[in-house]
């Protein structure tokens, strides 16, 4: 998959003005604050229906526009090419469209452009909380798998009327007995999208990790043992997926367990006044040699593991899809020794549409692959850059 062409107006600082890429790599060079992460931003707006940095909508349109526009012609695996676009304005506003047609749902998305994107931030995913770990898997399985998407979606919603009625329920608003009975009603929802988000989560930590004891073996030149496995915060699901028992244990039953843990709890929930148990406090461990590098890896460590998995989360997709992500690495390489930074740069663009942003020019100083278009990126104005041009 590459992004073949960019059209962009009203974005951020950006200027107005149109692009073609290198279907191979694309380097984008300037000094922070010019406008390198914006053009990245402006990139993958499409492929999740949102800023990949949790922007609102009035944060990422210029301040001399009333709206943006942004229209990407997209090139998939099998040579068809379409046109993604999406427009917002500061009322309110929300167009996306695939080839002029009206796109209403962002589940409709998932897959049709996918990008992978890597910033200083990415290390969070191995030294930060829970949080970072369970989302990098959530949008992951929901490349794969898009039901896995709406079965997400609706938990979490579930999740807040039942947190909701818990709340009311502690400050004496809602009768006990009353709320007893619609407490069950939300368990028993939730039971059933829980079984469908902790089999997910388990699969996925299953797929990815063959794959990023790979990239981690190549970046690293070692053969240390390196998993990401999954840690169910439910007893009900950790004794189903542990052993022999995950071999006999079918949804059904899964699921009756989740039921049956979450009522057992719910008199306590209803004590504190919000839920105890759930996929929401899952998390996942990152291993190298045994070692669990959320707690005791070095600060190297923990940046290879990072990109291993975020390398590896392309590969999964393609096992799944056949479809190779465009990956976007936004002024990373100052956070990996030179010697790893450049293996990373030639393991990426074998496969795939890569996009470089970097500050220094020594971060990519001697590379030489085949196709590459460098832009210069100067208070949001990007000009591309000719071969042995200052």
């Known amino acids: 998959m590459r992004i073949v062409s960019a059209s962009i107006s009203g974005f951020r600082n950006l200027k107005e003005d149109s692009f073609e890429f290198s279907p191979q790599v694309n380097i984008v060079l ?28 009035e944060e990422i349109i210029s301040f001399d526009s009333d709206s943006l526009h942004v229209k990407l ?38 897959g049709k452009l996918a990008t992978v ?38 938990f979490n919603r ?36 829980a079984t469908d988000i902790c089999l997910g989560r388990n699969e996925y930590s299953q797929l990815v990790s063959p794959y990023a004891h790979s990239c981690h073996r190549k970046l690293t030149k070692e053969e240390k043992p390196f998993e990401f496995v999954y840690q169910s915060n439910l007893e009900s699901v950790k004794k189903h997926l542990s052993g022999n028992q995950k071999k006999h244990s079918d949804k059904s039953e899964i699921e009756a367990d989740i039921l049956s843990e979450l009522d057992y709890i719910s008199k306590d929930e209803t004590k504190r006044g919000r839920p105890l148990v759930g996929p929401q406090f899952d998390d996942f461990e990152v291993k190298l040699s045994g070692l669990d590098l959320r707690v005791y ?62 500050a220094r020019q020594d971060d990519v100083e001697g590379w030489h692959p085949d196709q590459v278009k460098t832009w210069k990126v100067n208070e949001g104005q990007i000009s591309q850059s000719l071969p042995n041009s200052d």
């Open 297 to 358: 890896g070095s600060q190297g460590e923990t940046r290879t593991a990072a990109v291993s998995l975020i390398l590896a989360r392309g590969d999964v997709l393609f096992e799944r899809r056949q479809i190779r992500p465009v990956l976007f690495f936004d002024d990373i390489f100052s956070e990996l020794d030179r010697e790893r930074a450049r293996r990373l740069q030639e393991m990426a663009s074998q496969l795939h549409q890569v996009f470089i942003a970097t």
């Open 73 to 110: 012609e997209v090139e998939e695996e099998s040579g068809h090419k379409f046109m993604g676009e999406f427009g917002l304005d500061k009322q309110g506003g929300r167009r996306i469209k695939i080839d002029g047609e009206p796109v209403s749902r962002r589940s409709d998305l998932v």
């Open 117 to 154: 994107f890597f910033n200083p931030d990415s290390i969070a995913l191995v030294r930060g909380g829970p949080r970072n770990r369970r989302h990098f898997v959530d949008q992951s399985q929901a490349e794969i798998d898009p039901l896995y998407l709406t079965n997400l979606t609706a």
């Open 30 to 57: 300037g000094r922070n604050g010019m406008g390198k992460t914006n053009f990245f931003e402006a990139l993958n707006f499409f492929a999740l229906g949102r800023s990949h940095q949790g922007s609102k909508t």
């Open 158 to 193: 579930t999740l807040r009327q039942k947190s909701g009625l818990l709340r009311d329920m502690r400050k004496g608003l809602v009768n006990y007995q009353k709320g007893q009975l619609e407490l069950k009603a939300w368990n028993e929802e939730l039971a059933s999208y």
